[in-house]
């Protein structure tokens, strides 16, 4: 590889890439101390150091060869030519002439012993170093380590061919990379606040991930698509239905969406309809339910307890403090029995609203009879003092001295309504509570009965007018209706909100 300041790098086009790079991923080499990691720059360094090592030492120019008294003509100019001057010089300082061995044998050089190097001592079967050799084969032992140091140069060179070749392939891999290369500032995304409110930078990765699980979130809130479009379905399709505030049909009311597609159309279809309503609703109210009279409900009840006769006015509703009675007197009370003996009074009906004690009085005295069956009217008169609204109105409430139909006591609530009365030998009782069209919205059944029933009723409207009617059965099972008692359940109380939403418009 040409370093990148080579001037053939760039004569010659070469990718001007460092070798620093580039890691070598062959095996670790402890020979040369190269280990599977190390840069292509440590790997040529260290294979080429170890060549110019070996070259060193084989260069004959670098020995001294004057101890070895040859003349200029006969200086080595080959290895081979040395390590013959040395076995020469060794045979002579052995006093071997090469003529006859070590052990003085004439054949040499084919059978003659001659001391070796202790490099190529051994050790031989029976543990004995072998410190000579047959000059041939001490030849032939000089001759393979010269081989296996070549074999050994060429390996190196093959392997700094393979590194090269690997080098070469990296160049080719790093061209693309830096063809496709982009800056590490396109990869930082700025979040939205909305999302993360830090708003800070992030990799493109990391910003997706905060926008996954925001989107995860939203999803667990809202539902998923299906959920949302199943439940835009139930809405229904009341394109072609009739507008309750304008004589057209919802789809020409503006806005109107007929085929809804999406959360946002059905919201604004659901809107749209919720004003259509409102306004319908509110010419309603200007101009349907009048009023005065009309706004005015009494729920007239009477007691007999002995001869003390009680009057009640409870859930009555439209009273405000503008409305008197017509006469400071109060309202007229007639008191007949069923032997049509009659007697009257006043009472103030106004002010024994909802007191739970009502106004008592005596039929002591009078010729009625409070052993019979009694019929309380009250011929009521009020007035508003605000509008000048003058109401009358004939109520009447029965009280039946017979065991079939007892007094009954009625408390009302939001949303139910308690009666109790006090019940008779051998009756059973069906309590039954009706709206204001007759229809039963509620039904009880006392079967067997305590001296004193007080039941409760539950599931009614709030601030809505109901009857409520005991049906007696006696013994031999004979059903006898009695008198209906109309009342009122309160109104929902209005409580403080939670909290305060200010709602903008323009």
């Known amino acids: 590889m040409l370093p990148t300041n080579s001037s053939k790098a760039h004569n010659w086009g ?7 790079c580039v890691v070598w991923q062959g095996p670790d080499l402890e020979c040369i101390d190269l280990c599977k990691g190390d840069t292509i720059s440590d790997v040529v360094a260290k294979l080429a150091e170890e060549l110019c090592i070996i070259i060193e030492q084989f260069n004959l120019e670098n020995y001294d060869f004057s101890c070895l008294q040859v003349s200029v003509s006969e200086r080595p100019e080959k290895l081979q030519e040395l390590i013959q001057i040395l076995i020469n010089k060794i045979c002579a300082l052995e006093g071997i002439d090469l003529g006859t061995g070590a052990d003085g044998s004439n054949d040499c050089p084919d059978n003659c012993v001659v001391p070796i190097a202790t490099c190529f001592y051994f050790e031989n079967e029976t ?4 410190t000579t050799m047959p000059l041939l084969n001490y030849v032939t032992a000089i001759g393979n380590s010269i081989c296996d140091i070549l074999d050994d140069i060429q390996t190196l060179q093959d392997q700094v061919t393979s590194l090269q070749n690997q080098i070469n392939t990296t160049n080719g891999e790093v061209d693309v990379i830096a063809a496709n290369y982009v800056p590490q500032s396109s990869l930082d995304y700025q979040n939205s606040t909305k999302i993360d409110p830090t708003g800070s930078t992030k990799y493109v990765t ?5 926008v996954e699980n925001f989107l995860i979130n939203t999803q667990e809130s809202l539902g998923n698509t299906t959920e949302v479009f199943q439940n835009i379905v139930k809405a229904g399709n009341i394109t072609n239905e009739d507008s309750l505030s304008e004589n057209t049909k919802m789809s020409a009311l503006i806005g109107w969406t007929a085929a809804v597609q999406n959360v946002a159309q059905s919201i604004g279809n659901a809107w749209i309809a919720i004003n259509d309503i409102r306004e319908s609703v509110s010419y309603i109210k200007d101009n349907c339910c009048k009023t005065g009279c009309q706004d005015l409900f009494l729920n007239f009840q009477t007691q007999i307890v002995g001869s003390n006769l ?48 009502g106004e008592t009085f005596s039929l002591v005295g009078t010729s009625v009879d409070p052993a019979l069956d009694l019929t309380i009217t009250a011929e009521t008169c ?14 009447e409430d029965k009280i039946f001295a017979s065991g079939d139909c007892p007094t009954i006591t009625l408390q009302t609530f939001v949303n139910s309504v308690q009666y109790s009365f006090t019940t008779a030998i051998g009756y059973a009782y069906r309590a039954e509570v009706k709206n204001d069209l007759g229809s039963i919205v ?9 001296a004193i029933v007080t039941n409760i009723i539950s599931g009614l409207l709030a601030d809505t007018d109901y009857t409520f009617e005991l049906t007696s059965i006696n013994g031999g099972g004979v059903e006898t209706v009695c008198p209906t008692v109309a009342f009122t359940t309160l109104a929902e109380p209005c409580l403080p ?5 200010a709602v903008l418009t323009t």
Do not use: H, M
């Open 14 to 20: 070469c990718d001007p890439v460092s070798s620093n």
């Open 127 to 130: 543990g004995d170093t072998v």
């Open 206 to 210: 990391d910003a997706l991930r905060t």
């Open 310 to 357: 009680t009057v009640y006015t409870t859930g009555s509703t439209g009273f405000t403090r503008e409305w008197r009675e017509c006469t400071p007197e109060g309202t007229l009370i007639t008191v007949k029995d069923s032997a049509n003996n009659s007697t009257t009074f006043r009472s103030n009906l106004i002010a024994i609203i909802d007191v739970p004690t």
């Open 382 to 395: 009020f007035y508003n003092s605000s509008n000048e609204i003058t109401c009358d109105k004939v109520v």
């Open 442 to 450: 509620a039904t009880q059944i006392i079967s067997n009965p305590g």
């Open 497 to 501: 909100p939670d909290s305060v939403v």
